[in-house]
């Protein structure tokens, strides 16, 4: 496993924010890449939000909240503020390489989608408030697809995310994406509690790596 890199800190006096740090972890690359090759045939949906993209974005919901397990993928894929109870959708019991990754992350999960940027496209600059670790929540991007092309910032940093790194993004700060490439980038996109596990974990992919510092 790679050696973790982040971008912008966290001193454990809390004066410095983490805008993005890669999590250790250990990922059936192939395995999970074999299983998303089987979803593509799946009914994928375009991301609701127009305006903070140009190109192609759509999402396969992989775990929702309860309430909408049989309604709309667009509920299952978009309806994910405020939810409490959460439920695997049936699409990922086909998916055993994948369920079992999600398995080793000891954090409650709420929303699991994969995410597909596609090749020219962009996601515009713009935040999804009150989602980082200060507020309790977390968003971390497992890479699936991607390339050299996949140009993605946090907080005006470049975040040099490889394919099977899990990365911890802080999206309360400003980010986006351009893939400038000829594929499309496709991520694991995981929301869950930030608990102590979380954090730990965050912290020491940042203790482990490089970046540069932001106060508060």
């Not at 670790?133 to 890479?143: I, N, Q, T």
């Not at 594929?183 to 730990?200: G, H, M, S």
């Amino acid at each position: 496993m790679e050696v973790p890199i982040a971008c912008s800190s966290h001193d454990l006096d809390k004066s410095l924010v983490i805008s993005c740090a890669q999590v250790p972890c250990h990922v059936r690359l192939l395995a999970m890449q074999d299983e998303l090759a089987q979803l593509m045939q799946q009914p994928w949906v375009d991301h609701v939000n127009r305006k903070d993209y140009s190109g192609g974005w759509d999402v396969l919901p992989l775990r929702c909240q309860r309430v909408h397990v049989d309604a709309h993928p667009v509920l299952q894929g978009f309806a994910i503020a405020n939810g409490e109870d959460w439920q695997d959708l049936p699409v990922l019991a086909r998916c055993p390489a994948i369920k079992a990754f999600l398995q080793t992350l000891r954090c409650p999960l709420k929303s699991v989608r994969l995410m597909r940027l596609k090749a020219g496209a962009e996601i515009k600059p713009h935040r999804d408030y009150g989602l980082s670790l200060e507020h309790g929540e977390a968003r971390l991007h497992l890479s699936l697809q991607t390339s050299d092309k996949i140009h993605f910032y946090v907080n005006h940093q470049r975040v040099p995310m490889g394919a099977g790194e899990l990365w911890y993004i802080n999206a309360d700060q400003e980010h986006a994406v351009q893939n400038l490439g000829d594929e499309d980038r496709i991520n694991l996109v995981i929301d869950c509690v930030a608990n102590d596990w979380l954090r730990e974990q965050v912290t020491l992919g940042w203790h482990h790596g490089r970046g540069q510092s932001q106060p508060v």
